[in-house]
């Protein structure tokens, strides 16, 4: 795993001790010379003077050293924390390797939790509820079988779903598209988009048949159009009329005003770990950012913090879903789908409304 700190400056380790900073345990461990313990970075005991701390890969060098690990943090136990994602984490590969429904009940009972408390931390952790997981789950392996070539029929049931009617009454949130367009391609559907100028700069805002599908940003709005042809090969484009146009004014205002909400309806299509991903972002408050790493344990799969990155990069819906509130490890602002300087431009907006 790749460390939250720089393990080679002990300052960073310092800091982390310093704040108590739970996001740094298991990276390393601290030891005071005088009373010869050895703690995690957020053990609540009181702070030892600087000059007695020495630093520590892991537990087993600091015992190695000749400390002892501290009764109260526990550092040769895993963090608590920790032990909650593991949980969900399970819970999450048995929903994977299920090709039925699982109940509440049962799955909770399977990682020895009660149900109300599994419930609530596994939507604290995933940004989803066991339920709706199960449905981007499903809808990931409906993709896959349809990509394949699979029969509409067959894609279906190799889902998950129990019957056709039960896949037909959620169609239009699982696809976006009939199963019968997505295997063809999508080559029915139809887009509408309107180009314009905002406070960021270019933008282009789409809406298929389901809703808004695609918000860009950019500096050249020919760019823009040929950008949104590459997302929907398939589809036919056609510049919006009126009506849509109007509505365009909501999401004028959101780019403007981040944070703001909307009511328009969205056509949000994804893996189920970009619909995870996407969902974290979208519990991120405005005015406040959250680290590759944070999402990543958020959804209960600690090690995908690339995986996160790729689909915050995936991400097709501007501002909308805030993509933007994510930075490094420490703080730093990193690449952003539609410019650094423009994301630097979206949070100092959302810091000046805090203020406000």
């Known amino acids: 795993m790749k460390p939250f700190f720089d393990n080679a400056n002990d300052e960073s380790r310092w800091q982390a001790v310093e704040t108590r900073d739970h996001r740094a345990d298991g990276q390393f461990v601290f030891a005071v010379k005088t009373t010869g313990v050895c703690c995690r970075p957020s053990c609540s005991a009181r702070h030892a003077l600087r000059k007695n701390?020495?630093?520590f890969e892991n537990v087993g060098q600091a015992v190695n050293a000749g400390f002892r690990p501290c009764k109260r943090c526990q550092p040769d136990k895993l963090a608590p924390e920790?032990?909650?994602?593991?949980?969900?984490t399970q819970a999450c590969r048995i929903l994977e390797t299920s090709n039925q429904p699982i109940a509440l009940a049962e799955l909770a009972s399977r990682v020895a939790m009660s149900p109300f408390h599994f419930h609530r931390l596994f939507k604290q952790v995933t940004g989803l509820t066991p339920h709706g997981w199960q449905k981007a789950l499903r809808a990931k392996r409906l993709r896959e079988q349809l990509t394949q070539g699979e029969p509409v029929t067959r894609a279906?049931?190799?889902?998950?779903?129990?019957?056709g009617s039960n896949y037909y009454q959620q169609a239009d949130e699982v696809l976006g598209m009939t199963a019968k367009q997505f295997r063809q391609g999508g080559e029915r559907a139809e887009i509408q988009?309107?180009?314009?100028?905002?406070r960021l700069g270019e933008f282009l805002v789409a809406q298929s048949e389901r809703g808004i599908c695609a918000i860009l940003l950019g500096s050249d709005a020919q760019r823009l159009i040929q950008e949104l042809e590459t997302?929907?090969?398939?589809?036919?484009?056609?510049?919006?009329?009126a009506y849509f146009a109007a509505r365009v004014a909501q999401v004028v205002n959101l780019l403007e005003h981040p944070g703001q909400p909307i009511s328009l309806p969205l056509d949000i299509q994804g893996t189920a770990f970009q619909q995870l991903v996407w969902q974290a972002l979208r519990d991120i408050p405005a005015g406040q950012t959250a680290s590759y790493r944070d999402i990543a344990q958020r959804i209960g799969k600690p090690q995908a913090i690339r995986a996160?990155?790729?689909a915050c990069a995936?991400?097709?819906?501007?501002?909308?879903?805030?993509?933007?509130?994510?930075?490094?490890?420490?703080?730093?602002?990193?690449?952003?789908?539609?410019g650094v300087e423009r994301k630097r431009q979206l949070l100092e907006i959302e810091a000046e409304q805090q203020e406000e």
């Open 314 to 338: 995936a991400n097709k819906l501007a501002v909308v879903i805030p993509c933007h509130r994510v930075v490094r490890n420490d703080g730093a602002l990193s690449g952003y789908r539609w």
């Open 231 to 241: 997302l929907f090969p398939h589809s036919s484009l056609m510049v919006g009329d």
């Open 156 to 163: 279906v049931f190799d889902a998950g779903y129990q019957s």
């Open 193 to 198: 988009f309107v180009v314009g100028t905002c």
């Open 53 to 55: 701390v020495v630093f």
């Open 308 to 310: 996160v990155a790729g």
């Open 82 to 88: 920790q032990q909650r994602i593991d949980r969900i």
